[in-house]
T-cell receptor, first 113, second 115 residues
Framework: GESVGLHLPTLSVQEGDNSIINCAYS??????FIWYKQESGKGPQFIID?????DKRQGQRVTVLLNKTVKHLSLQIAATQPGDSAVYFC????????????FGEGTQLTVNP | NAGVMQNPRHLVRRRGQEARLRCSPM?????VYWYRQLPEEGLKFMVY????????ESGMPKERFSAEFPKEGPSILRIQQVVRGDSAAYFC?????????????FGPGTRLTVT
């Protein structure tokens, strides 16, 4: 079936560096792609989303890039801080499916001081 | 504006008992989703509800699991005759309007442990 998955399970960066978290997806019919951050013991926190007809969207310190040709999504975090340490999930959804989210497995980001 | 609230945060049940999980969506949100997360895994969709209606339950196990979102009060996910494999974190999320269903805001989750 359709799936959303991540290339790397863990990523370790130095404080102040930029982080790039990648995601591959297989459902070409997806309407939205969303990034969530999940800290230990908490629920996922919405970070940023991008509609399928866009290729880039920027937020505060974060940028999401969408490459539909190779079905690839990435989250860039600028000037990574210790508070950014968490598991990051990409998710996709289709409006015709009632927008239920299909999540990838997650990438553990660790920021070293 | 309070976020999505879930209770209890932790629930321990013996095999065969019933588990009842509650979710109060954000104020003004009438769309509720339930997801299950097994250890070291991503979240898996279970059910999508609007007030008094189940819209999509394609992710719900066929037996023992049920969900409701009554006109008044929280959404309830009920698991009857729990088994060890039901141990997981259960999250609900809410969304404001049909055109923004992809914007889902999650609660802190209920961690169910079946002994």
């Amino acid at each position: 079936g359709e799936s959303v998955g991540l290339h790397l399970p863990t990523l370790s960066v130095q404080e102040g560096d930029n982080s790039i978290i990648n995601c591959a997806y297989s459902n070409s019919a997806s309407d939205y792609f969303i990034w969530y951050k999940q800290e230990s013991g908490k629920g996922p926190q919405f970070i940023i989303d991008i509609r399928s007809n866009m290729d880039k969207r920027q937020g505060q310190r974060v940028t999401v890039l969408l490459n539909k040709t190779v079905k690839h999504l990435s989250l860039q975090i600028a000037a990574t801080q210790p508070g950014d340490s968490a598991v990051y999930f990409c998710a996709e959804t289709q409006e015709t499916s009632g927008s239920r989210l299909t999540f990838g497995e997650g990438t553990q980001l660790t920021v070293n001081p | 504006n309070a976020g999505v609230m879930q209770n209890p945060r932790h629930l321990v049940r013996r095999r065969g008992q019933e588990a009842r999980l509650r979710c109060s969506p954000m104020k003004g949100h009438s769309h509720v989703y339930w997801y299950r997360q097994l250890p070291e895994e991503g979240l898996k969709f279970m059910v999508y509800l609007q007030k008094e209606n189940i819209i999509d339950e394609s992710g719900m196990p066929k037996e023992r699991f049920s969900a409701e979102f009554p006109k008044e009060g929280p959404s309830i996910l009920r698991i009857q005759q729990v088994v060890r494999g039901d141990s997981a974190a259960y999250f609900c999320a809410s969304s404001p309007r049909p055109e923004q269903l992809h914007e889902q805001y999650f609660g802190p989750g209920t961690r169910l442990t079946v002994t």
